[in-house]
Structure formats: C-alpha cells, structure tokens
T-cell receptor, first 113, second 113 residues
Framework: EAQVTQNPRYLITVTGKKLTVTCSQNMNHEYMSWYRQDPGLGLRQIYYSMNVEVTDKGDVPEGYKVSRKEKRNFPLILESPSPNQTSLYFC????????????FGPGTRLTVT | QQPVQSPQAVILREGEDAVINCSSSKALYSVHWYRQKHGEAPVFLMI?????EQKGHEKISASFNEKKQQSSLYLTASQLSYSGTYFCGTYSYYGGSQGNLIFGKGTKLSVKP
C-alpha cells in the first residue's frame, strides 16, 4: 500500500530534550516536506527536500533540522525543543513538479512542557 | 506571500452549494486544493495548472484565473461528507519547479442535515 508513515504519532517531552520524528514513504517520491499546523494559522512548511542531500527552508525553519540521506526517509529533528514548538506535525511527499499532489502522513502531535 | 482564502467559515444545509476562493499577490503556475477532516491528515482534491489543465476529484470543480491570480473551488449539492477544512496551496516558484508550498489559512465548511 502506498503510504507515508510517521513515528511517533504522539509525543510529550520536556524543554531541551532532543527528539526526532521519523518520516518514510514507499512511493519513490523525490519531494518530501514537513509542516506544522496550529489553530488559526493553517499548514506552514518547515523544510522541504527535492532530492537526496538537497534540503531547503520553508516558512518556519527556526528550531528545526532535517536530513535527507535516503530517498525514502526525511526525519525532523528538534535539538532543543521549546513549548512554542508544541504543534501537530505532518510529513508529506510527492513526485517532482507542480502537477503532482502531496501525500500526507497521519501526523504527529507533539507537546513540549 | 500566503494565499488568502475566503470565506473563513461557511455553514450549509445538505444539498446547498458553496464557493471557496483563494487569491494570491503573485503570479501563479498552479493552485492545489486539499480537504482536512478533524483529527486527520489533509487529502488531495484538485490541482489546477496554468494553461487550463486540471486533475483531481470527480465531484468537485474548480476554476483558475491566471490573470487575476485567483482560484475558486465549487462544491455543489453538498453532502455531509463535504464537511471539513479546505486549504489552497501555491508554490513559491513560478514554473515547473516546486520550492516552498504555501497554504492559505483554510476555510471551515460545515454541512448540516
């Protein structure tokens, strides 16, 4: 089954404790990205990648890191999480080009206390 | 450069029609539409490309006015299953490349029996 998977689905952590949210897709997509969703603000892109070893900042990259060492995986790293990073996070992937739809993962709800 | 959606919210009775608008301050190559139900990931509805090409949902139609940098999503004879938040998205690049995908803040649609 074609899908984007994210882990964990739910995470409660404390300020400053490094964490990684994994994202994996099995559709051989070149484009992968991370979004955060907050009430009233919609979906905001954090980082995106157009291929292995190619990443770029989205609208809200501060406090986040990503890496793209393999085509299928695109982990999101919070090296020192803060309470303002409490949010719902989505990973998405697509083929390269504006005529292709994004496939979203199920989401990760992160709470930083 | 976030696209602006209107209205912010709309309430319908089953069978009524609705139009959701998306406008941008910059030239657009494509407009993407997604629907998100509460607690779930966004799901692809429609892509409209410069030049008139469309791909997406059979029962939902949309228009793309390139000169006005606007797109509209038409929901006719609404069903209860149409309830959710609708997002339009545009890429930061004009042309075939993608770059940063920027979503509007969303339009919440509620369909009542």
């Amino acid at each position: 089954e074609a899908q984007v998977t994210q882990n964990p689905r739910y995470l409660i952590t404390v300020t400053g404790k490094k964490l990684t949210v994994t994202c994996s897709q099995n559709m051989n997509h070149e484009y992968m990205s991370w979004y955060r969703q907050d009430p009233g603000l919609g979906l905001r892109q954090i980082y995106y990648s157009m291929n292995v070893e190619v990443t770029d900042k989205g609208d809200v990259p501060e406090g986040y890191k990503v890496s793209r060492k393999e085509k299928r995986n695109f982990p999101l790293i919070l090296e020192s999480p803060s309470p303002n990073q409490t949010s719902l996070y989505f990973c998405a992937s697509s083929f390269l080009g504006q005529s292709y739809e994004q496939y979203f993962g199920p989401g990760t709800r992160l709470t930083v206390t | 450069q976030q696209p602006v959606q209107s209205p912010q919210a709309v309430i319908l009775r089953e069978g009524e029609d609705a139009v959701i608008n998306c406008s941008s301050s910059k030239a657009l190559y494509s407009v993407h539409w997604y629907r998100q139900k509460h607690g779930e990931a966004p799901v692809f509805l429609m892509i409209l490309l410069k030049g008139g090409e469309q791909k997406g949902h059979e029962k939902i139609s949309a228009s793309f006015n390139e000169k006005k940098q606007q797109s509209s999503l038409y929901l006719t004879a609404s069903q209860l299953s149409y309830s959710g938040t609708y997002f339009c998205g545009t890429y930061s690049y004009y042309g075939g490349s993608q770059g940063n995908l920027i979503f509007g803040k969303g339009t919440k649609l509620s369909v009542k029996p």
